[in-house]
Protein backbone atom coordinates (compact mmCIF):
# COMPACT_ATOMS: atom_id res chain seq x y z
CA UNK A 1 0.00 0.00 0.00
CA UNK A 2 1.81 3.27 -0.95
CA UNK A 3 2.51 5.43 2.44
CA UNK A 4 1.38 9.35 1.46
CA UNK A 5 2.55 11.85 4.43
CA UNK A 6 3.07 15.47 4.31
CA UNK A 7 6.52 15.15 2.81
CA UNK A 8 5.32 13.12 0.14
CA UNK A 9 2.65 16.52 -0.56
CA UNK A 10 6.16 18.94 -0.05
CA UNK A 11 7.73 16.88 -2.97
CA UNK A 12 4.96 16.90 -4.82
CA UNK A 13 4.42 20.46 -4.57
CA UNK A 14 7.79 20.98 -5.09
CA UNK A 15 7.99 19.40 -8.99
CA UNK A 16 5.01 21.17 -9.39
CA UNK A 17 6.78 24.12 -8.65
CA UNK A 18 9.75 23.71 -10.50
CA UNK A 19 8.36 22.19 -13.69
CA UNK A 20 5.52 24.89 -13.88
CA UNK A 21 8.86 27.10 -14.01
CA UNK A 22 10.60 24.81 -16.48
CA UNK A 23 9.32 26.27 -19.78
CA UNK A 24 10.46 29.43 -19.30
CA UNK A 25 13.68 28.47 -19.04
CA UNK A 26 13.93 26.37 -22.21
CA UNK A 27 12.17 29.33 -24.04
CA UNK A 28 15.17 31.20 -22.92
CA UNK A 29 17.88 28.04 -24.50
CA UNK A 30 16.02 27.75 -27.06
CA UNK A 31 17.25 31.23 -28.23
CA UNK A 32 20.53 29.56 -28.75
CA UNK A 33 20.21 26.07 -29.07
CA UNK A 34 18.15 23.44 -31.65
CA UNK A 35 15.26 21.06 -29.42
CA UNK A 36 17.19 17.88 -29.69
CA UNK A 37 20.59 18.87 -28.76
CA UNK A 38 18.58 21.09 -26.09
CA UNK A 39 16.80 17.79 -24.30
CA UNK A 40 20.22 16.37 -25.21
CA UNK A 41 22.03 18.94 -22.97
CA UNK A 42 19.61 18.76 -20.27
CA UNK A 43 19.39 15.26 -19.80
CA UNK A 44 23.16 14.48 -20.39
CA UNK A 45 24.12 17.23 -17.56
CA UNK A 46 21.55 15.69 -15.19
CA UNK A 47 23.18 12.25 -15.80
CA UNK A 48 26.92 13.11 -14.94
CA UNK A 49 25.91 14.98 -12.19
CA UNK A 50 23.70 11.93 -10.64
CA UNK A 51 26.12 9.39 -11.91
CA UNK A 52 28.69 11.06 -9.63
CA UNK A 53 26.44 11.37 -6.49
CA UNK A 54 25.40 7.40 -6.94
CA UNK A 55 29.51 7.04 -7.34
CA UNK A 56 29.50 8.74 -3.99
CA UNK A 57 27.17 6.87 -2.43
CA UNK A 58 29.36 3.42 -3.60
CA UNK A 59 26.92 2.96 -6.82
CA UNK A 60 24.48 0.94 -4.71
CA UNK A 61 21.78 -0.40 -6.45
CA UNK A 62 19.90 -3.72 -6.09
CA UNK A 63 18.73 -4.39 -2.53
CA UNK A 64 17.81 -7.85 -2.91
CA UNK A 65 17.86 -10.23 -5.95
CA UNK A 66 16.40 -9.27 -9.74
CA UNK A 67 14.82 -10.88 -12.22
CA UNK A 68 15.39 -10.41 -16.00
CA UNK A 69 12.25 -8.99 -16.11
CA UNK A 70 13.39 -6.37 -13.88
CA UNK A 71 15.91 -5.57 -15.87
CA UNK A 72 14.02 -4.86 -18.73
CA UNK A 73 11.59 -2.79 -17.03
CA UNK A 74 14.61 -0.61 -15.88
CA UNK A 75 15.45 0.23 -19.21
CA UNK A 76 11.61 0.62 -20.49
CA UNK A 77 11.86 2.97 -17.94
CA UNK A 78 14.47 4.81 -18.92
CA UNK A 79 13.16 5.18 -22.27
CA UNK A 80 9.66 6.27 -21.14
CA UNK A 81 10.51 8.42 -18.34
CA UNK A 82 12.40 11.03 -20.07
CA UNK A 83 13.87 10.03 -23.57
CA UNK A 84 10.64 9.15 -26.19
CA UNK A 85 8.56 11.95 -24.27
CA UNK A 86 11.17 14.49 -24.70
CA UNK A 87 11.81 13.62 -28.34
CA UNK A 88 8.10 13.83 -28.41
CA UNK A 89 7.48 17.16 -27.13
CA UNK A 90 9.88 18.55 -29.03
CA UNK A 91 8.58 17.69 -32.43
CA UNK A 92 4.85 17.44 -31.62
CA UNK A 93 4.76 21.25 -30.07
CA UNK A 94 6.05 22.63 -33.50
CA UNK A 95 2.36 21.77 -35.32
CA UNK A 96 0.46 22.19 -31.78
CA UNK A 97 -0.28 24.88 -30.04
CA UNK A 98 0.75 25.11 -26.58
CA UNK A 99 -2.44 25.07 -24.93
CA UNK A 100 -2.71 21.37 -26.28
CA UNK A 101 0.59 20.29 -25.16
CA UNK A 102 -0.39 21.93 -21.92
CA UNK A 103 -3.60 19.56 -21.23
CA UNK A 104 -1.95 16.70 -22.74
CA UNK A 105 0.57 16.75 -19.97
CA UNK A 106 -2.37 16.98 -17.45
CA UNK A 107 -3.73 13.87 -18.94
CA UNK A 108 -0.82 12.51 -17.56
CA UNK A 109 -3.56 11.91 -14.39
CA UNK A 110 -6.03 10.40 -15.89
CA UNK A 111 -4.12 8.20 -17.92
CA UNK A 112 -2.41 6.60 -14.49
CA UNK A 113 -5.58 5.57 -13.05
CA UNK A 114 -6.51 2.63 -15.33
CA UNK A 115 -2.82 1.51 -15.62
CA UNK A 116 -2.16 1.72 -12.03
CA UNK A 117 -5.62 0.14 -10.56
CA UNK A 118 -5.05 -3.08 -13.50
CA UNK A 119 -1.13 -3.02 -12.46
CA UNK A 120 -0.46 -2.13 -9.22
CA UNK A 121 -1.20 -3.77 -5.99
CA UNK A 122 -3.04 -1.12 -3.11
CA UNK A 123 -3.76 1.17 -6.56
CA UNK A 124 -7.17 0.97 -6.45
CA UNK A 125 -10.21 3.00 -8.88
CA UNK A 126 -12.90 4.15 -6.98
CA UNK A 127 -15.36 6.91 -8.10
CA UNK A 128 -14.41 9.54 -5.56
CA UNK A 129 -10.62 9.27 -6.99
CA UNK A 130 -12.21 9.33 -10.70
CA UNK A 131 -14.23 12.27 -10.04
CA UNK A 132 -11.45 13.78 -7.86
CA UNK A 133 -9.25 13.46 -11.24
CA UNK A 134 -11.39 14.58 -13.98
CA UNK A 135 -12.64 17.72 -12.13
CA UNK A 136 -9.01 18.10 -11.83
CA UNK A 137 -8.32 18.09 -15.25
CA UNK A 138 -11.34 20.38 -16.22
CA UNK A 139 -10.16 22.61 -14.35
CA UNK A 140 -6.78 22.88 -16.56
CA UNK A 141 -8.79 22.60 -19.43
CA UNK A 142 -10.35 25.93 -17.66
CA UNK A 143 -7.10 27.81 -17.20
CA UNK A 144 -5.79 27.42 -20.81
CA UNK A 145 -9.35 28.04 -22.59
CA UNK A 146 -10.55 27.68 -25.81
CA UNK A 147 -6.92 28.25 -27.45
CA UNK A 148 -5.94 24.61 -26.64
CA UNK A 149 -8.16 23.04 -28.85
CA UNK A 150 -7.74 25.46 -31.55
CA UNK A 151 -6.33 24.61 -34.91
CA UNK A 152 -2.70 25.75 -35.96
CA UNK A 153 -3.48 25.03 -39.87
CA UNK A 154 -0.40 23.00 -40.03
CA UNK A 155 -0.69 20.19 -41.86
CA UNK A 156 1.32 17.80 -39.54
CA UNK A 157 -1.07 19.09 -36.97
CA UNK A 158 -2.76 15.83 -36.42
CA UNK A 159 0.59 13.92 -35.86
CA UNK A 160 1.48 16.74 -33.49
CA UNK A 161 -0.70 15.80 -31.25
CA UNK A 162 -0.72 12.51 -31.18
CA UNK A 163 3.01 12.85 -30.11
CA UNK A 164 1.72 14.72 -27.41
CA UNK A 165 -0.27 12.19 -26.07
CA UNK A 166 2.16 9.64 -26.95
CA UNK A 167 4.22 11.64 -24.25
CA UNK A 168 1.97 12.39 -21.92
CA UNK A 169 1.46 8.16 -22.38
CA UNK A 170 5.13 7.64 -21.65
CA UNK A 171 5.04 9.50 -18.30
CA UNK A 172 1.96 7.75 -17.48
CA UNK A 173 2.99 4.00 -18.00
CA UNK A 174 7.01 4.69 -16.64
CA UNK A 175 5.07 5.40 -13.66
CA UNK A 176 3.52 2.98 -12.94
CA UNK A 177 6.32 0.55 -14.07
CA UNK A 178 8.70 1.82 -11.63
CA UNK A 179 6.34 0.98 -8.94
CA UNK A 180 6.59 -2.33 -9.85
CA UNK A 181 10.26 -2.66 -9.63
CA UNK A 182 11.50 -4.43 -6.19
CA UNK A 183 13.44 -2.42 -3.52
CA UNK A 184 16.42 -0.32 -5.14
CA UNK A 185 18.52 2.32 -3.95
CA UNK A 186 16.70 5.45 -5.47
CA UNK A 187 19.67 7.49 -5.99
CA UNK A 188 20.83 4.52 -8.00
CA UNK A 189 17.58 4.44 -9.89
CA UNK A 190 17.53 7.40 -10.90
CA UNK A 191 21.40 7.25 -11.97
CA UNK A 192 20.41 4.60 -14.15
CA UNK A 193 17.40 5.80 -15.78
CA UNK A 194 19.21 8.85 -16.88
CA UNK A 195 22.08 7.09 -18.07
CA UNK A 196 19.37 5.07 -20.72
CA UNK A 197 17.49 8.06 -21.55
CA UNK A 198 20.62 10.38 -22.61
CA UNK A 199 21.96 7.47 -25.04
CA UNK A 200 18.55 7.50 -26.43
CA UNK A 201 18.41 10.98 -26.77
CA UNK A 202 22.03 12.14 -28.31
CA UNK A 203 21.96 9.71 -30.19
CA UNK A 204 18.72 10.45 -32.12
CA UNK A 205 19.94 14.18 -31.42
CA UNK A 206 22.84 13.98 -33.48
CA UNK A 207 21.09 11.38 -36.05
CA UNK A 208 18.35 14.42 -36.59
CA UNK A 209 19.92 17.34 -35.83
CA UNK A 210 23.84 16.60 -36.86
CA UNK A 211 26.75 17.38 -34.64
CA UNK A 212 25.93 19.72 -31.60
CA UNK A 213 25.82 23.30 -32.71
CA UNK A 214 27.91 26.02 -31.15
CA UNK A 215 26.52 27.83 -27.76
CA UNK A 216 27.33 30.83 -26.06
CA UNK A 217 28.09 31.12 -22.96
CA UNK A 218 24.63 32.64 -21.02
CA UNK A 219 23.38 29.23 -23.69
CA UNK A 220 25.17 27.02 -21.77
CA UNK A 221 24.48 28.73 -18.46
CA UNK A 222 20.48 27.46 -19.13
CA UNK A 223 21.51 24.31 -19.56
CA UNK A 224 23.40 23.59 -16.66
CA UNK A 225 20.32 25.01 -14.41
CA UNK A 226 18.15 22.55 -16.85
CA UNK A 227 20.05 19.31 -16.03
CA UNK A 228 20.93 20.21 -12.63
CA UNK A 229 17.47 21.62 -11.22
CA UNK A 230 14.24 20.38 -13.23
CA UNK A 231 16.16 17.25 -14.38
CA UNK A 232 18.06 15.82 -12.03
CA UNK A 233 16.66 16.98 -9.35
CA UNK A 234 13.09 17.17 -9.62
CA UNK A 235 13.58 13.30 -11.80
CA UNK A 236 14.92 12.46 -8.19
CA UNK A 237 12.11 13.77 -6.29
CA UNK A 238 9.57 11.53 -8.76
CA UNK A 239 11.43 8.67 -8.19
CA UNK A 240 11.10 9.41 -4.38
CA UNK A 241 7.46 10.01 -4.62
CA UNK A 242 6.51 7.17 -7.05
CA UNK A 243 8.28 4.48 -4.78
CA UNK A 244 6.57 5.85 -1.63
CA UNK A 245 3.44 7.15 -2.83
CA UNK A 246 2.39 5.88 -5.60
CA UNK A 247 2.05 6.64 -9.35
CA UNK A 248 -1.52 7.88 -9.00
CA UNK A 249 -0.44 10.81 -5.84
CA UNK A 250 2.09 11.56 -7.72
CA UNK A 251 -0.02 12.21 -11.20
CA UNK A 252 -0.89 15.11 -9.30
CA UNK A 253 1.62 17.16 -10.25
CA UNK A 254 0.39 17.05 -13.78
CA UNK A 255 -2.56 19.31 -12.57
CA UNK A 256 -0.22 21.79 -10.85
CA UNK A 257 2.23 22.34 -14.17
CA UNK A 258 -0.49 24.76 -16.08
CA UNK A 259 -0.82 26.77 -12.62
CA UNK A 260 2.69 27.44 -11.91
CA UNK A 261 3.05 28.28 -15.55
CA UNK A 262 0.65 30.79 -15.76
CA UNK A 263 1.36 32.57 -12.56
CA UNK A 264 4.96 32.24 -13.26
CA UNK A 265 4.52 33.86 -16.49
CA UNK A 266 2.81 36.93 -15.06
CA UNK A 267 5.21 37.53 -12.21
CA UNK A 268 8.09 37.00 -14.24
CA UNK A 269 7.03 37.95 -18.23
CA UNK A 270 4.67 40.20 -17.76
CA UNK A 271 1.84 38.28 -19.57
CA UNK A 272 -1.75 38.84 -18.79
CA UNK A 273 -3.18 36.49 -15.89
CA UNK A 274 -6.64 34.73 -17.76
CA UNK A 275 -9.91 35.68 -16.01
CA UNK A 276 -10.60 32.25 -15.40
CA UNK A 277 -7.30 31.28 -13.26
CA UNK A 278 -9.21 31.64 -9.84
CA UNK A 279 -12.18 29.11 -11.62
CA UNK A 280 -9.90 26.66 -12.51
CA UNK A 281 -7.62 26.79 -9.48
CA UNK A 282 -10.88 26.09 -7.62
CA UNK A 283 -11.79 23.15 -9.40
CA UNK A 284 -8.31 22.23 -9.63
CA UNK A 285 -7.79 22.24 -5.96
CA UNK A 286 -11.15 20.44 -5.21
CA UNK A 287 -10.41 17.95 -7.73
CA UNK A 288 -7.16 16.94 -6.08
CA UNK A 289 -9.07 16.84 -2.29
CA UNK A 290 -11.61 14.66 -3.23
CA UNK A 291 -9.31 12.23 -5.01
CA UNK A 292 -6.92 12.64 -2.30
CA UNK A 293 -9.90 12.77 0.81
CA UNK A 294 -8.30 9.62 2.85
CA UNK A 295 -5.14 10.88 2.64
CA UNK A 296 -5.64 14.22 3.71
CA UNK A 297 -7.65 12.83 6.48
CA UNK A 298 -4.88 10.52 8.09
CA UNK A 299 -1.97 13.66 7.43
CA UNK A 300 -4.25 16.32 9.46
CA UNK A 301 -5.69 13.79 11.95
CA UNK A 302 -2.42 13.47 13.18
CA UNK A 303 -2.51 16.96 14.36
Known amino acids: MPEITGKSWLMVATLGLVWGATFMVMAIALEGITPFWLAAARIGFATLLMVA ?5 GFKLFAQQIEKQDIIRLIAIGALSSAVPFMLLSWGQQ ?9 SMAA ?99 AVEGAPPETDRNTLYVLL ?43 ILSEPLPPSL ?17 ALKRLFGRG
Open 53 to 57: FWGFR
Open 95 to 103: YVTSGFAGV
Open 108 to 206: VALGVLPLAHFMVPGERLSPRKVAGFIIGFIGVVVLIGGQAFESTGESLEFFGRAACLGAAGCYALSSVQMRLLPKMDSIGLNAVTLMIGAVIVISAAW
Open 225 to 267: FLGLVPTAGASLLRVLVIRSAGPVFMSLVNYQVPVWSVLLGAL
Open 278 to 294: LTALSLILCGVGLSQYG
